[in-house]
Structure formats: structure tokens, C-alpha cells
């Protein structure tokens, strides 16, 4: 099964982030917004995970992240990948508190739930982390500055991140076949 280690932004967050997005999707009729019930800010993806390693895969979680604190965080900004000329995704971006200004935590964060998910059999992918919040695809490359510097106008609420959430993805299950999630376990970081 697919899965996903991610943090999820509180409903204020998420409410304050869709109320900013809703006129200009309207002026983005050609890209796939983000539904808000699925704006989360991914640790580790793992494509293929055989479905009896989930519990283990959690419970190492669970050990691993009962050290770590909560991470303040707030959604600023944002960008495009793989570049603003040909992008395909667009993101918020994200920012910690004023304890941690490099955001080293929460690349710290995603590097210990990568490597626990490793030794659990788990396998991620991906290149290094980049903290962001997706909020809309295409499928064709395009040229995104126009959205790039509307995103530089938004700073959203500050919130607490306070646990990781292991996510099974079913791809084109769902109408218009966006992808379903699946909560398979909450994990809190400091225990």
C-alpha cells in the first residue's frame, strides 16, 4: 500500500489558508486545488509498503518520536515545483517559530521519521526535504509567477504541530479521482 508520514494543520489553519485560496481559484480554473480536507505537509512518502508492516512501521514511530518536541509552525509564502517557469505543483510554504528560524526541527523531524521508516522495511523515496503544503497541480507545466507572488502575500495563523500521522493514499478511488486517505495511526511527538 501507499503511504505517508505527514503533519496536518489544524482547522483554523486550514479554514484561514482556504478562505485566502477561494477567490483565486476561481482565476485558476485550469489547475487541481488541493480539497482542504487533504492539505498536510508531507515527512516521508513510501510507495509500496506490504500491509503487515504498518503496525510495526507505527509503533516505531511511536519510539522514535517520543523525544521530540511539538514544533511550532505557520504556512508563508510559497513556491513552485519543480520551478516557477515549468511548474506543476504549487505550495505554501512553511515556517517555524522564532525557537528554531532555520526550520532545522522540521527537517530534523522528517530525516528521524525517513530513517525509522527505513529500518522498519517501510522504504521512502524522495530527494531532500522541502517543508511545503501543496495547494494545487496541473498537468501540464506551466509558468507560475503570477501565482509564486500571490502566495508571497499570505501568512496564515500560527499552529502547533504535535503529532505525526501515518496515511494509506488509494489512488482513483474517489470521484474525479483524486486519491483517498486513510488514517492508519497518530503518532505524538514527545510521547
Do not use: C
Request: overall charge negative.
Amino acid at each position: 500500500m501507499r503511504l505517508f508520514a505527514a503533519l496536518y494543520p489544524p482547522a483554523a489553519a486550514v479554514e484561514h489558508l482556504d478562505d485566502f485560496l477561494a477567490p483565486r481559484r476561481e482565476a485558476g480554473t485550469d489547475l487541481r486545488w488541493t480539497d482542504t480536507e487533504q492539505f498536510h505537509v508531507t515527512l516521508a512518502f513510501m510507495p509500496e509498503v506490504a500491509e503487515h508492516l504498518v503496525e510495526p512501521l507505527a509503533d516505531a514511530l511511536a519510539a522514535s518520536l517520543s523525544e521530540r518536541r511539538p514544533l511550532d509552525l505557520r504556512v508563508i509564502g510559497g513556491g513552485a515545483f519543480p520551478n516557477a517557469a515549468e511548474a506543476k505543483v504549487i505550495w505554501g510554504g512553511l515556517e517555524v517559530g522564532d525557537d528554531d528560524p532555520a526550520g532545522d526541527s522540521l527537517t530534523s523531524l522528517a530525516r528521524t521519521v525517513r530513517l525509522t521508516a527505513s529500518h522498519a522495511g517501510a522504504a521512502p523515496q524522495g530527494g531532500p526535504f522541502r517543508a511545503h503544503l501543496t495547494v494545487a497541480r496541473s498537468r501540464r507545466a506551466f509558468e507560475a509567477t503570477r501565482w509564486l507572488r500571490i502566495l508571497e502575500a499570505y501568512a496564515g495563523p500560527a499552529w502547533i504541530a504535535d503529532e505525526v500521522t501515518l496515511v494509506a493514499s488509494h489512488l482513483g478511488e474517489s470521484r474525479g479521482r483524486r486519491p483517498r486517505y486513510e488514517v492508519m495511526a497518530q503518532v505524538a511527538l514527545g510521547g
